[in-house]
């Protein structure tokens, strides 16, 4: 239990980090290109408690699935709908990996190995956050509703009847890839994340990510 409470806290606050910079973008990038609404509820901030989902939080914590609160976008607002959402939707992921460079940079530089015993935790916290960032950037571009990489497909291939079906199953479809696939031995998810990772590590730390 003691193990559990240490890593938490070691992980916590990159957890809380990375999902604020992410649904942030969003919610500016919006806000950019003409719609207020994020600003109007208040999305438009860094600040952890407007944008996590204690729910989601809490099993992201024990299962490693959760989620945060989607940003509210009216796309009636912009002036070119389908880029500008799709634009919107790129901005969450991106923003990880931006965010997550700096910390990379000051991890690889090896200056934090050294630190005295009281500060050695923030290589841990740096790391967290990098690794965070990364799975929550390459997570979300899976082109699966509601996830932005299907925002993204969405956006780009317009009104179609496939793409109407997958926004009204693609939650369902979500759940079934997370909790039912692997049962069967089939790690779809995994598949997806592990050379996005591996190569995402070698450029950001030097080393593969799995």
């Not at 976008?73 to 709908?81: I, K």
């Not at 179609?160 to 790690?187: I, K």
């Amino acid at each position: 239990m003691e193990r559990f409470f240490y890593e938490l806290a070691m992980w916590l606050p990159g957890i809380l980090l990375a999902l604020s910079v992410h649904e942030y973008a969003h919610a500016w990038t919006a806000v950019r290109l003409g719609d207020p609404t994020p600003k109007l509820m208040g999305r438009l901030t860094l600040d952890p408690l407007r944008h996590i989902d204690p729910v989601g939080l809490l099993l992201l914590v024990l299962i490693h699935i959760g989620w945060a609160k989607p940003v509210p976008v009216n796309p009636a607002h912009f002036r070119r709908p389908r880029r500008d959402m799709a634009l919107v939707a790129v901005a969450g992921p991106l923003s990880n990996l931006l965010s997550a460079l700096p910390a990379a940079l000051i991890l690889r530089t090896g200056v934090l190995t050294h630190l005295p015993g009281p500060l050695q935790g923030l290589e841990t916290l740096l790391f967290a956050f990098v690794f965070i960032s990364l799975i929550l950037a390459f997570f979300n571009l899976f082109p699966v509703a509601p996830l932005d990489g299907w925002r993204i497909v969405a956006s780009l291939a317009g009104p179609r009847p496939w793409v109407l079906t997958m926004e009204r199953w693609g939650g369902l479809m979500l759940l079934v890839v997370l909790l039912v696939f692997p049962r069967l031995g089939v790690d779809v998810i995994g598949w997806w994340l592990v050379p996005w990772m591996r190569l995402a590590g070698q450029v950001f730390l030097g080393m593969p990510l799995a």
